[in-house]
């Protein structure tokens, strides 16, 4: 067995507002001018990218790509979540031509291939020998998916789980339950938090933003009982369900979780979590190979992890997927494809793998099966990987939560209003967080939001 490949340290801190508009520009200005700088016969492809851990390694890793396609340049922009998903969305819905790949998801992916606005990639995927599709994670493969062909593959997968600190459980003589309850957490998180300026019990996510606070929070919702629409698409955030659900999220976070919680996203709970200032956090699977990397968080190696907590559902975690695809405006769709299945087949995991400035610890993971028999992963993700597998398996987007509903998705609802919706409901919620207004009132502001969107699907 080769020996495992030390990561490296990685910069998380999203760039300035300036560099991004400097960026947006910079590629605005040459769309449509593909080898613009570049040798004749020299094609470039720009390519949007969420600025995650794993994409940032791809990026460090593309001059490898370069090399083996010397007729290809690659130009990354490199955008935080909330500011990709409003770029990427407004370019392709407008057909702006400014990308020839796009990061997206599976919230995305069937609703755009559906609207003829993404590249059918099937043939390219039936005539690359060796890319075998079938190894992907069959839940992955379907939800970006749509009429059963891929619009867009993925690069990672995640569900949702509950990461935890063993050393503090076993000097507090805590026991995780091997499926434990948001009730449990919770009595868990008031018995490891240290007050004020020291350590908190739990890091739970605050931020305003769909893809952001709305992702674990809606888990919880539905594993309450609640939901978003009742089957005659009739908004449901003021049911009991749904109070109750938020009430108890708003009340952890505010009593047990970290400063500053209405404006922390994913990035903030894992440095809080890495850093030893909390004792729990529940978050995207993904975030195993950030918390386990020695590089970026002084815990690793000392943690636990745990299915996503229920109440009355059997499983509650999220099915999700960063992946490519190609809008339909782009020029460069053979170039642009070679660049893509680059970075989401067998050969780039294990590259990853072995590169000594990223390693089996940061791999990304939840897209193929076949990665979770190399030795070498197996022996850094022991701890974490068969939760992830499992976790995808069980998540079930066409039934969410309890009571029938008339949309698809777990931590989303899958119809093109929801990014306006659930971010608007997530500002309410945010301010909930932040002492600013109280739940009741915040859920009878949501509500009028959802019942605008539902009566449009009533008529």
């Known amino acids: ?34 080898a613009l700088g570049a040798s004749e016969g020299v094609e470039t492809v720009t390519v949007a990218i969420v600025s995650n851990p794993q994409m940032e390694d791809a990026v460090s890793l593309a001059p490898q790509f370069e090399a083996a396609n010397p007729g290809i340049r690659l130009r990354f922009v490199s955008l935080s979540e909330n500011e990709a998903r409003a770029k990427i969305t407004a370019s392709v819905a407008t057909g702006g031509g400014e990308f020839d790949v796009v990061m997206i998801s599976n919230y995305e992916t069937p609703q755009w291939a559906k609207n003829g606005w993404l590249t059918d990639l099937q043939p390219f995927i039936d005539g690359t020998p060796g890319y075998d599709a079938a190894d992907f994670i069959p839940s992955v493969r379907e939800a970006l998916s749509y009429e059963g062909r891929m619009y867009s593959v993925p ?11 063993r050393d503090l459980f ?54 309450f009982g609640g939901r978003w629409f009742d089957p005659q698409w009739r908004a ?66 000392r943690i636990g992890y745990a299915p996503a907590p229920v109440v009355a559902t059997p ?73 992830i597998q499992q976790g995808l398996q069980s998540a079930n987007p066409e039934q969410p939560t309890v009571q029938p509903v008339p949309y698809q998705g777990i931590q989303f609802v899958r119809i093109p209003e929801f990014q306006d919706l ?15 207004v109280s739940v009741d009132e915040a859920l009878e502001q949501s509500q009028n939001y959802a019942e605008t969107v539902g009566e449009s699907y009533q008529r």
């Not at 690069?155 to 600190?165: D, K």
């Not at 979780?257 to 995207?284: I, K, L, N, R, V």
């Not at 050969?347 to 940061?362: F, H, K, M, R």
Request: net charge neutral; charged share 15%.
């Open 1 to 34: 067995m080769r020996g495992v490949a030390q990561p490296r340290r990685r910069g998380r801190a999203p760039a300035v507002l300036a560099a991004i508009l400097a960026s947006l520009a910079l590629v605005a200005g040459c769309s449509g001018a593909g």
């Open 155 to 165: 690069f990672y997968g995640e569900s949702s789980f509950l990461m935890y600190r």
């Open 170 to 223: 076993e000097q507090a003589g805590i026991q995780m339950p091997a499926q434990p309850t948001w009730p449990q957490v919770a009595e868990i998180a008031a018995r490891l938090d240290q007050g004020e300026g020291q350590r908190r019990g739990i890091c739970l996510r605050g931020k305003p933003g769909w893809g952001e606070m709305m992702a674990p929070l809606d888990t919880v919702i539905n594993t």
């Open 236 to 301: 449901q955030l003021t049911s009991p369900e749904v109070r109750q659900a938020v009430q108890f999220y708003v009340d952890l976070v505010r009593t047990h979780g970290q400063p500053g919680a209405s404006q922390s996203g994913f990035s903030e709970c894992a440095t809080q979590f890495g850093q030893g200032q909390a004792a729990m956090w529940y978050d995207a699977t993904s975030a195993a190979g950030t918390v386990e990397d020695p590089a970026e968080s002084t815990v690793a190696g």
């Open 315 to 387: 499983a509650s975690g999220w099915l999700y997927s960063w992946s490519l695809g190609i809008p339909q405006t782009s020029p460069r769709k053979d170039a642009a494809w070679r660049f893509m299945s680059w970075m989401t087949n067998k050969e780039y995991i294990q590259l990853a793998g072995n590169d000594p400035e990223v390693g089996w610890t940061s791999i990304p993971p939840g897209s193929r099966q076949s990665t979770y028999a190399i030795p070498e992963y197996q022996q850094v993700a022991g701890a974490y990987a068969p939760l």
């Open 422 to 436: 659930g971010t608007r409901v997530s500002q309410q919620i945010s301010a909930a967080i932040a002492g600013q």
